[in-house]
């Protein structure tokens, strides 16, 4: 608890005298203004975020938190869950849909074990960090103690902030986790305050009940478990999930030591949006990527005021579409970087 407290209490606003002087420069670029949309204010993000009217974001990494959930035993995906352990194991090997997108930017990937239900080999290149062996079914109780959330919270705060200290500037998100979207809507749905079947939606495949029954399971949970609305670490420990808590670290962590963090999907939307009820500040920090094709990640994202720049039609989860992101985020750091001012192209055509 200590270490979340501090995180929280340590995550500041933003320099606004720098973003300002940021926009005065994008503004000046060799451009009518705005004409490049978007691109400008991500390049204004990350040069306030970084303090530099040149930023380099060219340490990336994509942190994946893997676990499994108990709620499966609910039958509310067909998915054997033991894909959670194959695909956790694939991360290191690079052969993921992730991970192929990653590359793309060099990014490293980081694979952490935050709940897998099966032990994993030691030396299988993930970072073992579990809390448990995957949460308790929330719908016959809480999915996890509020101290083991608050652990799983810590260990994504603890591996975020040592890829920042071994000189990460950029962080993705991404899960693992087979069933994670009936939390992912469980939580959403409380702190949203609406019907489950709003926000529920096929995830990486429901079961013979349909979404129907993976709803009306999401329902059990709920007034089973009553989790306080106000109090977002009762709601991810009582309907959560391991992994959810461990994003919602990475997001702390990141906000606290001044480094842009990339939502992915809708779990990591979830998850950005219970730290964000943590502390507001760390919406500055945050980078939204795609708009997942779940219907709860729209929602999501408005309660958190972001807009996801691109429509891929993806469900993937694992951070792909965080890393698919990471492209453009360099093309903005090049903008800002590469592009000259008005001022100095008029230099230029006086000096030919």
């Known amino acids: 608890m200590k270490l979340l407290q501090q995180t929280i209490e340590q995550i500041q606003e933003i320099d606004r005298q720098m973003e300002d002087k940021a926009r005065k420069y994008i503004d000046s670029l060799a451009k009518p203004p705005q004409s490049l949309g978007k691109l400008e204010s991500l390049a204004m993000q990350i040069a306030t975020i970084t303090g530099e009217l040149a930023p380099k974001i060219d340490n990336k990494a994509m942190i994946v938190m893997a676990a499994d959930h108990g709620v499966y035993e609910e039958g509310v995906t067909p998915n054997p869950q033991s894909t959670t352990v194959f695909q956790t194991l694939s991360f290191p090997k690079g052969t993921t849909g992730m991970c192929t997108i990653a590359k793309i930017t060099n990014a490293k990937v980081i694979p952490v074990d935050i709940g897998v239900k099966e032990d994993l080999p030691q030396d299988a290149g993930v970072i073992i960090k579990k809390v448990k062996y995957g949460t308790d079914n929330m719908a016959k109780g809480p999915a996890m103690t509020r101290e083991e959330a608050i652990q799983a919270i810590e260990v994504g705060i603890e591996v975020a902030t040592e890829a920042i200290q071994s000189g990460v500037n950029l962080i993705g998100t991404g899960e693992m986790g087979i069933g994670n979207t009936t939390p992912s809507a469980a939580v959403l749905s409380v702190l949203h305050g609406c019907d489950p079947l709003e926000v529920t939606g096929f995830g990486a495949g429901v079961g013979a009940g349909g979404i129907e029954y993976k709803a009306e399971v999401i329902r059990k949970a709920i007034a089973l478990n009553e989790p306080n609305a106000e109090d977002p670490i009762d709601v991810v420990a009582k309907v959560g999930g391991l992994e959810i808590c461990g994003m919602a670290g990475i997001f702390l962590a990141a906000a606290a030591n001044r480094v842009l963090v990339v939502v992915d999907g809708y779990i990591s939307t979830v998850s950005a949006l219970i730290a964000y009820k943590l502390n507001p500040n760390v919406k500055a920090y945050l980078i939204p990527s795609h708009l997942s094709e779940e219907p709860g990640a729209k929602i999501a994202a408005e309660l958190l005021g972001l807009e996801p720049m691109l429509h891929m ?25 590469n592009m000259v001012t008005l001022e100095e192209a008029a230099a230029l055509l006086v000096a030919k």
Do not use: H, K, Y
């Open 313 to 337: 039609n993806m469900r993937l989860g694992e951070g792909s579409g965080a890393a698919l992101v990471f492209p453009i985020l360099d093309a903005a750091c090049s903008m800002i970087t």
